[in-house]
């Protein structure tokens, strides 16, 4: 059950900017960062996630997602990750990223594109549900119906984990 506290936390993130939600973010994990790393029940999730995220890098690098993402993004009316997506990650998503040890950049100065694309793709480690859910009609076609099917494979591996974080992590900040 969702105490109101954990409710409160949640909402308030919709009420936030970009900067407000990174800065919460990082003062969130240098307040107690050590400790939940440390958790015993977030300390499995974290070393579960490592294996999963760095196996959906890879997967994700070898089929050159990163590219196709990035450029996609500099084509005009391209950029399925978008200002729009950026600005809803959550301070939940960045804390999860700097419990990894992920310090994801923000830049802001295309209004456009999601302020954590870089030039070779996504800024995180562990990226936002939302960007592993959606494959746009580009990606579908670079990977083919066989590689789409194992992409969504090994991102439902990584969310099953994350979602487990996001629940431990509501608790013991809510």
């Known amino acids: ?3 109101k506290n954990q409710q409160a936390f ?21 307040e107690h960062g050590g400790r939940l790393q440390q958790d015993a029940a977030i300390a499995p999730l974290l070393a579960a996630l490592i294996p999963a995220t760095d196996a959906l890098a890879r997967w ?18 391209g950029c399925c990750c978008s200002s729009f997506m950026g600005n809803n990650t959550d301070t939940l998503q960045l804390l999860s990223n700097m419990l990894l040890g992920c ?3 923000l830049d802001e100065t295309d209004a456009d594109c999601c302020p954590y694309l870089g030039k070779q793709g ?3 480690t562990l990226k936002p549900v939302f960007c592993l859910n959606y494959n746009c009609v580009h990606i579908g076609k ?22 487990r974080l996001e629940e431990e992590l509501l608790t013991h900040l809510g």
């Open 1 to 3: 059950m969702v105490t």
């Open 10 to 30: 949640f909402w308030e993130n919709e009420g936030l900017t970009l900067r407000q939600k990174y800065s919460r973010a990082v003062s969130l994990f240098h």
């Open 60 to 77: 994700m690098d070898r089929h050159r997602l990163g590219t196709v993402c990035a450029s996609c993004a500099a084509q005009p009316g």
């Open 103 to 105: 310090m994801p950049e």
């Open 122 to 124: 996504c800024g995180f």
């Open 142 to 163: 670079h990977l083919g119906a066989a590689n789409l099917q194992e992409l969504t494979c090994e991102s439902g591996k990584v969310l099953q984990i994350q979602f």
